[in-house]
């Protein structure tokens, strides 16, 4: 009989700073914004409930992709890394479906609260996240996965959480989260690379199996790089204050995780069997970093 800590680990708990990161730096840019002027009213609660909507989606993807990974041989015994709750036989593949369905609907009905309370552009930005959630293994599958993670993660959890604060759509803020949103999609290329023999075996097509593993260190490299370059651009557009250029404290261990994916190579991917976990901590340094400048600039 599972535990509630199954039923909690069954939703990969440790994969939210993926979700949780758009959402902080977003409300934290509202704040900045609000304390600028540049906004007038903004809901804090809506904010909040747009949090735990991200988590929620993000826990309905987790589960359903790891049901049809089960099913369609993605996930086996040989796999590297975390070892899914299916594989371990903790709980009948049905289950995991019709949990991840049910986290799904209970998303719905805190979008359409918030669709509700505030205008139609939401739907559209909820939608994409609904699809995400639901049909993300069919884009990873052919090799769309990472571009689906950074418009739905990168992009539309940031905007959507910025809109149901403040009834506007903040453009800005696309190039604000974009950051983010590249170290977010780091993480899932960090996982590709590793797991690309057994995805081999599965007869499916990840964006590192494209690029091999020399092209694949060489984008984990680029999309890192690119991140901090797009603070310094954000910063000389005055989308973001200078003080922004906080984020840069944690580019340490982005040269570090970079390291430890130039050491991999095609029979020894084991080395980067972590790589995953560690570029999400970077995400999550590098959001609280941006998050702590967006809050304090107002009053530099």
């Known amino acids: 009989m599972p535990t509630f800590k199954d039923w909690f680990l069954a939703t990969r708990p440790w994969s939210f700073p993926a979700s949780a990161a758009p959402v902080l730096v977003a409300f934290s840019y ?44 993605v996930d086996r015994s040989d796999k590297t890394g975390f070892t899914p709750v299916l594989v371990a036989g903790i709980f009948k593949p049905k289950t995991i479906l019709y949990y991840g369905y049910a986290m799904l609907f209970l998303g719905i ?45 990168g992009l539309g959890i940031a905007l959507g959480t910025a809109y149901v604060m403040t009834e506007l759509l903040i453009w800005a803020i696309l190039l604000v989260i974009a950051p983010t949103g590249l170290l977010i999609m780091a993480i899932l290329h960090a996982n590709n690379t590793r797991d690309m023999q057994q995805d081999k075996k599965a007869e499916i097509r990840t964006q590192a199996m494209i690029f091999g593993v020399k092209g694949s260190q060489r984008l984990y490299k680029t999309i890192l790089l690119v991140t901090y370059v797009l603070i310094i651009v954000a910063v000389l ?64």
Do not use: E
């Open 30 to 73: 509202v704040f900045y914004l609000k304390k600028t002027a540049t906004v007038a009213d903004v809901n804090w609660t809506y904010g909040v409930l747009a949090f735990f909507g991200a988590i929620i989606l993000h826990a309905a993807g987790n589960l359903i992709g790891d049901y049809w990974d089960y099913k369609n041989g």
């Open 237 to 300: 557009l005055r989308f973001l204050h200078p003080l922004a250029l906080l984020t840069f404290v944690s580019f340490p261990f982005a040269v570090k995780n970079i390291k430890l994916m130039k050491s991999a190579t095609i029979q020894n991917l084991a080395k980067i069997q972590f790589l995953d976990a560690q570029t999400a901590k970077l995400v999550m340094i590098f959001s609280i970093l941006l998050s702590i400048a967006n809050f304090v600039a107002p009053f530099i």
């Open 109 to 153: 009905v805190l979008g359409m609260y918030l669709l509700i309370n505030t205008g139609l552009p939401l739907l559209f930005i909820g939608l994409v996240g609904v699809v995400s959630a639901a049909l993300y293994y069919k884009f990873k599958y052919v090799a769309l996965g990472d571009v689906v993670i950074f418009i739905s993660f």
